[in-house]
């Protein structure tokens, strides 16, 4: 998509086809199916850019967004915006059976070496193990850059996990149910 008036042209990042830019201005475009998010840090800006689009397509201007792709954004009154996903957080809690853990304060367990696993070792449930760190990841990339590195350390195991890996996926879950309306600027 290549849109363009006299002062505006947009441009999709090459890292992220969906997201397209205006060297011209601060104006930013998240695009995904029937959604389109319009970021400035000027309304005036973003209504430009949606009047330029409502003449080519047709649009309805729900305001600010709420939530978009599972991500809920806060406004808050300074201007700024913070994201969460405390509601995937929530399903991923109760679908691995840990709604009721004691949470903890940090999200690596400092006394679990994790190790490749010995013949000795009790192996975890492999696809339980790999749908866990994938959720976890999940939630590293899109909004909790805070637990990158234990979900980084557990992925590296994905193929022969163990209870001690296991265990150590489990106490990120124990760490979320903590911090799970942490926010980020």
Do not use: W
Not at 52 to 79: A, C, V, W
Not at 147 to 162: E, G
Request: with cysteine; aromatic share 10%; proline share 4%.
């Amino acid at each position: 998509m290549q849109l363009q008036s006299k002062t505006l042209r947009f441009r999709a990042l090459d890292s992220d086809p969906s997201i397209y830019y205006s060297p011209t201005h601060d104006v930013i475009l998240a695009v995904y199916f029937d959604v389109i998010l319009i970021f400035d840090p000027h309304k005036e800006a973003c209504d430009e850019v949606f009047n330029l689009l409502q003449k080519q397509f047709k649009m309805h201007d729900l305001g600010y967004p709420k939530t978009s792709l599972g991500l809920n954004i806060i406004r808050h009154e300074n201007g700024s915006n913070s994201i969460n996903q405390n509601g995937y957080i929530d399903r991923i809690l109760a679908r691995f059976q840990m709604s009721d853990a004691i949470s903890v304060k940090v999200p690596f367990d400092p006394s679990l070496s994790l190790l490749k696993a010995t013949p000795l070792d009790k192996c975890a449930q492999l696809k339980l193990y790999q749908e866990l760190t994938g959720s976890l990841n999940h939630l590293a990339v899109f909004s909790r850059l805070d637990i990158s590195n234990a979900v980084s350390q557990l992925s590296q195991f994905l193929q022969d996990s163990t209870e001690t890996h296991m265990k150590a996926a489990r106490h990120v879950l124990r760490y979320l149910k903590g911090t799970h309306n942490l926010s980020y600027l």
